[in-house]
């Protein structure tokens, strides 16, 4: 027996976007009114929320650069040329990540990626593993400026067939690093594994004396606990929450803010959420 179609109702024949362009004549003029039109779209369940976020990302991701969403050198773990292979393979080991810049003697001097898969040849040799025998395995290191587009870059990514580049400053420094992934979570949001740690698991230390990597789902309570501070626990449940209020919006890497005796600067943020913050007790006065 054929399908008859005559009996399902129009809206359902038709695809969503169909729907969509019916319901809404006026075409947009620039990327805002897209957003406005995707938005209208969900509150008529014409599309779902998710699906609004993802096509958000995606239109969003041209005005996004590098620098803003770049890994700081604080933050990458690398294997030195001079370390004992066992400390590199505990490095390799105790991070779970996939790839690791290998520097020399200077920090801006990238000799290569290590894969860690790379590395698995290596555990079935007869003889101790030797440095010499995890440099013979680096791959190449793409290097991009810290002004590089996310959508330009994702490109890059897919038709050279890498998943993580160095990025570089004006002067040639390594400034950070960008992977895939972080592109991809601009798109989609936040991808977890189970090796992934949380965001809330702890203030560091950085190299830097009086100086801290903050979470920005730290909790009010821990961060005051943490550096004796007296933040408003009722308003706010992290330290995120209270600086989004106090810049007014959801501030991009490298911006700072000075507030309750506390310098603050944004170490890492997609623009929709921060993730890391910089802190440290503030050197200005404050007046009496």
Excluded at 59 to 77: G, K
Excluded at 100 to 118: C, N, Q, T, Y
Excluded at 145 to 154: A, G, I, M
Aim: charged share 30%; glycine share 4%.
């Amino acid at each position: 027996m054929s399908d008859d179609r005559s009996s399902v109702p129009n809206d359902q024949q038709k695809s969503w976007f169909e729907r969509l362009t019916h319901a809404f004549n006026d075409e947009p003029q620039n990327r805002g009114d897209i957003v406005k039109f995707l938005e209208a779209a969900v509150k008529s369940d014409i599309i779902d929320r998710d699906a609004f976020t993802i096509v958000e990302g995606a239109l969003e991701v041209s005005e996004v650069q590098a620098r803003d969403i770049m890994i700081p050198p604080s933050q990458m773990v690398v294997i030195k040329s001079e370390d004992d292979p066992k400390t590199s393979l505990r490095k390799v080991i105790d991070s779970s990540h996939s790839r690791f810049p290998v520097v020399g003697e200077d920090s801006d001097e990238i000799l290569g990626v290590l894969l860690a898969k790379d590395l698995l040849p290596l555990l079935f040799k007869d003889e101790d593993i030797t440095i010499d025998d995890i440099l013979a395995r680096l791959r190449p290191a793409n290097f991009i400026p810290e002004s590089k587009r996310l959508n330009v870059l994702l490109n890059e990514f897919r038709t050279k067939r890498y998943h993580m580049a160095l990025v570089l400053d004006e002067y040639g420094s390594v400034s950070g690093l960008v992977t895939i992934e972080d592109v991809l979570e601009q798109i989609v949001g936040e991808i977890e594994d189970e090796t992934d740690k949380h965001d809330n698991e702890g203030i560091q230390v950085t190299g830097e004396a009086g100086v801290y990597l903050v979470p920005a789902l730290c909790t009010i309570e821990d961060f005051n606990e943490f550096f004796k501070a007296e933040l408003n626990e009722e308003e706010f449940d992290t330290i995120g929450g209270i600086l989004v209020q106090q810049f007014g919006h959801v501030p991009l890497r490298d911006e700072e803010l000075f507030f309750n005796d506390f310098d603050f600067r944004i170490v890492k943020s997609d623009g929709r959420r921060i993730k890391t913050i910089q802190v440290s007790k503030s050197t200005q006065n404050t007046p009496d």
